[in-house]
């Protein structure tokens, strides 16, 4: 019997070390544990807690012990140099401020501290030169800013002290919305989140002169309002001035003056069917949608339509006309009215540019 219990025992450290799953031995620096924590026998991993209420330094003793902080805005300060290459600890936060773990001048996850939020934690180990970390943790590097439901973080500050806040506030009215980076001064702004649809700008008065705007073509009305006393030429600038390859806007003439728009850099616009020109002539209640002309690398479309063009519903109210006279082509662009024509009689042609007018029996 003596002989059994003396053989079990030397036995005895080779079964402990086997591997659950290969069978194979386990080196004893970096076995696990059942729930995959890496541990070590220097202390286990994750044991015996000790509670800290202020800034620590770990020493070689905290080995294979769970350090549990509870205190404002406290700091865990590792040795350096790395006390052995078997050497780990588990960290928790369970402070209502963050917890900020130091390698002290090492690496920690090949980079420098960490922070953890309210009750996080982390398993740190050694690879006898630097120190690694597994768990939930917050960067070091910048503060998170409360937000709303919803909300879409954004950085508002650049480079490793960043702020994440929002972009903008979650809208509540129906409807839908995007977010827009609108650019002003050839530099980053935050985005906003307006609400998806058409804005407009009037060019109004005595105005004369207009340059179509960077933003402007994205889809936006310029019109040439109705109290416009003034035609007004404007300017398109090319695709590429506008900072815009896919520039598309509505331009409306509801004045009474005949507009002029004039692309740039040697580029032509065409309307409708007609042959591509250099300028594209706006007449009163008329509107284009101008777009970038996907076959022709520098060339605008315009699709032009009179807004004027609906059916007429008599009587007509016109201006100009003589009652009881008739109207005529007075020339090639031009209808007039006849004088007052004579009652149950004939009337005759006046020829070309001419008034109709009563005639004789004999058609004199």
């Not at 202020?54 to 406290?74: E, I, M, P, R």
């Not at 922070?115 to 120190?131: E, M, P, R």
């Amino acid at each position: 019997m003596k002989r059994l219990l003396t053989l079990l025992l030397l036995l005895a450290p080779s079964v402990l070390a086997q591997n659950p799953t290969s069978g194979g031995p386990i080196p004893q620096s970096t076995y696990t544990t059942p729930g995959g924590i890496p541990s070590s026998p220097s202390g286990g991993s994750c044991g015996p807690v000790t509670s800290k209420t202020a800034n620590y330094s770990a020493v070689g003793g905290d080995a294979g012990k769970t350090l549990s902080f509870n205190g404002t805005n406290l700091m865990l300060t590792l040795p350096n140099p790395v006390q052995t290459a078997t050497w780990s600890i588990c960290v928790s936060n369970l402070a209502a401020t963050s917890l900020t773990i130091s390698p002290n001048g090492l690496n920690l996850n090949g980079g420098g501290s960490i922070t953890l939020s309210t009750n996080q934690g982390v398993v740190i180990t050694t690879d006898a030169t630097n120190y690694f970390y597994v768990g939930g943790v917050s960067s070091s590097s910048g503060t998170v800013t409360a937000a709303s439901q919803w909300s879409i973080p954004t950085y508002t500050s650049a480079g490793s002290a960043s702020t994440v806040g929002q972009a903008c506030s979650p809208p509540t009215a129906n409807g839908t919305y995007s977010l827009l980076y609108s650019v002003t001064a050839s530099a980053a702004v935050q985005p906003t989140c307006p609400q998806v649809g058409l804005t407009a700008r009037a060019i109004s008065g005595a105005t004369a002169t207009d340059t179509v705007l960077y933003s402007d073509v994205v889809g936006q009305i310029i019109d040439h309002d109705k109290a416009g006393s003034q035609a007004v030429t404007v300017t398109l600038p090319t695709p590429t001035t506008l900072g815009n390859p896919n520039a598309v806007f509505l331009y409306t003439n509801h004045s009474a003056q005949t507009d002029t728009i004039t692309p740039q850099n040697a580029w032509t616009i065409q309307s409708n069917t007609t042959a591509a020109g250099a300028t594209l002539s706006m007449p009163p209640g008329y509107a284009a949608r101008i777009s970038v002309d996907p076959f022709n690398a520098t060339q605008w479309f315009a699709d032009t339509i009179n807004l004027l063009g609906t059916s007429l519903a008599f009587p007509e109210t016109v201006s100009g006309m003589t009652s009881g006279g008739v109207p005529y082509a007075s020339s090639a662009t031009q209808l007039s009215s006849s004088a007052l024509l004579a009652a149950n009689a004939l009337v005759v042609g006046g020829g070309a540019g001419a008034a109709p007018a009563t005639g004789n029996a004999d058609f004199t």
